[in-house]
């Protein structure tokens, strides 16, 4: 008849079409879980932990084998029950090779607290309380406060004492200088420690002749126990060792 529409035939291309990506996906995911092992492991920036407590920590878990699931899990990902560490994250360097890049928590310095250790940052604030002395981090001590709590500042009579800090450890690391702690006096005035020996930086005025001349000198004196006084020092200033007991 000739009012009467001819029924269209279904399309099955969308089909087919839809069933082979399905496929292709699910070929790809049995490859990734089946070949993708982690069978090396590369770490760096690492200081408060090993190597092997970083790979433990990472690769904890179902599927912690996985080197795509891994890239997936750490992009820059923030950690927040590790001490130390701001983030981390896993880049793979071959289909059963990953590498982990660890970003630790910018510490100034740590003060003694109740039997432990206090980190803080560049502010003065508490970022970590630990039972383990960090190498490289410089204890400070002469600091007046009377509490001390995790996440909020150190409640000191002058906050810009922190940028002292800073700044001398700034100059400790432009010198390559390894300062084992830094303490401030009653007068304000700096004393810095190289195992045993102490250095009378007194204020802040000539610090960077003061510091720059410290290498040369502590490399003569490394295992002795004295004095060294550059509270008036002045560029080519004869400097004096008084040696201890």
């Known amino acids: 008849m000739s009012g009467m529409r001819r029924r269209e035939k279904p399309q ?25 092992k982690v069978t090396a492991v590369m770490v760096d920036g690492n200081i408060h932990y090993s190597n092997d407590e970083i790979t433990a920590m990472v690769m ?9 699931y891994l890239y997936l899990k750490y992009r820059d990902r923030e950690i927040k029950d590790m001490p130390f560490i701001e983030t981390m994250s896993v880049t793979i360097e071959s289909r059963n090779t990953i590498r982990i ?13 109740m039997d432990r250790y206090m980190y803080f940052d560049r502010t003065g604030t508490v970022v970590e309380s630990s039972d383990i002395i960090t190498p490289g981090i410089p204890q400070v001590t002469g600091l007046k406060f009377d509490r001390c709590i995790i996440y909020e500042p150190l ?15 700034q100059l400790m690391n432009k010198y390559s200088l390894r300062v084992d702690r830094i303490h401030f006096a009653r007068d304000n005035s700096l004393v810095l420690y190289f195992g045993g020996v102490e250095v009378y930086i007194g204020d802040d005025s000539f610090i960077d002749e003061k510091v720059m001349v410290l290498p040369d000198i502590l490399e003569k004196l490394e295992g002795e126990h004295g004095t060294i006084d550059l509270s ?7 400097i004096t060792f008084e040696k201890t007991d």
């Open 12 to 36: 099955i291309w969308p089909y087919i079409l839809t069933g082979a990506v399905i496929l292709i996906l699910a070929a790809v995911i049995i490859y990734i879980i089946k070949y993708c």
């Open 60 to 68: 904890d878990g179902r599927f912690g084998d996985n080197t795509v």
């Open 101 to 113: 890049s660890v970003y630790e928590k910018s510490l100034a310095g740590y003060v003694e607290y």
């Open 155 to 169: 409640p000191v009579d002058d906050p810009e004492v922190f940028e002292r800090v800073l700044d001398t450890t």
């Open 232 to 238: 008036d020092y002045e560029s080519g200033d004869t």
